[in-house]
């Protein structure tokens, strides 16, 4: 079995009331450069693989049809393209990688192909693409989207964004440039051709007018955990970013995506899963449990209700008082939310058929938007045995995406200078940076 791999996960750095914890941001607020920078350095010098960026374009809104809780507590928002932050982080390091979130619901292949493939050259072939199927309706309005796209239909899209993003990676290969000096011959004519798509939802003609990045194309990640996120993603997909909440759950995401990959005709040992897990690490268990208060204290149940209604894409307050998790998947899917995530992970939990009230359902909300319902609050050292029993148990292939609740820089540095250290003299983890490539660093 190879050794975990370990990425952090930088999409809610500044959300969620992080901004205000004692020592973060100090003297660089959101969304200053130099915090990232110095995370990343910080990261690279422990051997993280990856630092991985999500993204939304829309201020949560779904709540009470509103977005001023979402606004007045700073939930999921604000949110910057962060592709010219990963340029800046990759000036400043050497072997990291870097992960980038562009929604195929709404964005065009051909602009997204190029610009990562620009990134590519930047980072000299140390970026990962992670697309995503947009399930929220303040995204798809910034779009000119009346109302959200079918649930299927979105991944329906999803497969052929990625066809012609792969099209045209491979449009212009490596053996076509030339660029003899003495000649003045660039190019090979003849090994670059269009890719004269023509589908349900994209027409592109090709080539990308680009050169072959490093890696030939960004490792491609996708974090849909339904069963036709699984299946469509199956066909490109090389790392998946999985929210397990437990064992029994882990490994029921686990054979889905073998059983998928094999369908598609590839090698499942191929393909690892980085696990969604907020920690918190402390330099004794009290000092953690002190961090651990800290975060829960933060969360106005309208600051719940803002985050479970974006992140799901169903306004949870219309919810009436008693209700079955069957009843409550219906109305989510009728609404064209997202079927994953948290209402998945709770059917899971409980099963469809349980009744529960709304003050219930609330309380799991409020463990969910804290993360505190998967955080793994201690020292370095129970942490580390925390995650090499969960690596055991689930098979291993893959490691996991860490975030952190607490300030930034200082919560990833403790995750970078404690814990990634301490799973390092264990054995726990995959070699550091044996490649050239975040592919082949990911391939170890």
Request: proline share 5%; net charge negative; with cysteine.
């Amino acid at each position: 079995m190879s050794g975990m791999h370990t990425a952090f996960d930088l999409s809610f750095a500044h959300t969620e009331g992080r901004w205000a914890r004692p020592g973060s941001w100090v003297g660089a607020p959101y969304p200053d450069v130099r915090i990232y920078q110095e995370i990343a350095r910080t990261a690279e010098r422990s051997g993280v693989d990856l630092l991985f960026f999500g993204d939304g374009s829309g201020i949560p809104d779904t709540w009470r049809g509103s977005m001023d809780a979402a606004l007045e507590w700073g939930i999921q928002w604000p949110r910057q393209d962060m592709s010219p932050v990963v340029a800046s982080m990759a000036a400043v390091t050497e072997k990291i990688g870097f992960g980038l979130t562009y929604s195929s619901t709404f964005a065009h292949p051909f602009t997204v192909a190029r610009l990562l493939n620009s990134l590519d050259h930047v980072t000299n072939g140390r970026l990962a693409f992670n697309v995503v199927a947009s399930a929220r309706g303040a995204d798809a309005a910034n779009y000119g989207f009346a109302e959200r796209m079918d649930h299927d239909e979105r991944y329906d899209r999803m497969s052929e964004f990625m066809t012609v993003c792969r099209a045209l990676w491979a449009s212009v290969p490596k053996e076509a440039i030339i660029a003899d000096r003495e000649t003045g011959r660039f190019a090979d004519a003849s090994l670059i051709h269009p890719i004269n798509h023509e589908g349900a939802h994209f027409r592109v003609k090709g080539p990308l007018a680009s050169m072959p990045s490093p890696q030939g194309a960004p490792v491609l990640i996708q974090a849909g955990n339904s069963p036709k996120g699984i299946e469509t993603s199956a066909a490109f997909v090389e790392l998946v970013f999985g929210f397990g909440g437990s064992v029994a759950g882990q490994l029921r995401h686990r054979e889905a995506l073998d059983a998928a990959l094999l369908r598609a005709g590839r090698d499942a040992a191929g393909v690892g899963i980085l696990w969604a897990t907020q920690v918190i690490i402390g330099r004794s268990e009290r000092e953690a449990t002190e961090r651990r208060d800290e975060v829960a204290a933060f969360w106005d149940p309208e600051a719940v209700g803002a985050f479970l209604s974006h992140n799901v894409g169903f306004d949870f307050a219309t919810l009436p008082e008693r209700f079955t998790l069957a009843e409550l998947v219906a109305e989510v899917t009728a609404a064209q939310g997202a079927q994953g995530g948290f209402v998945g992970a709770l059917v899971a939990e409980l099963g469809e058929e349980t009744t529960v009230t709304r003050t219930e359902l609330f309380e799991h909300g409020w463990q969910h938007a804290t993360g505190l319902d998967h955080t793994l609050c201690g020292t370095a050292a129970s942490v580390a045995d925390l995650l090499e029993e969960n690596f055991a148990a689930i098979g291993g292939r893959g490691g996991y995406m860490f975030s952190s609740p607490l300030a930034a820089p200082s919560g990833f540095g403790d995750i970078a200078e404690l814990l990634v250290p301490e799973l390092r003299r264990r054995g726990a983890l995959a070699p550091q940076y044996p490649g050239r490539t975040l592919r082949e660093n990911l391939a170890a």
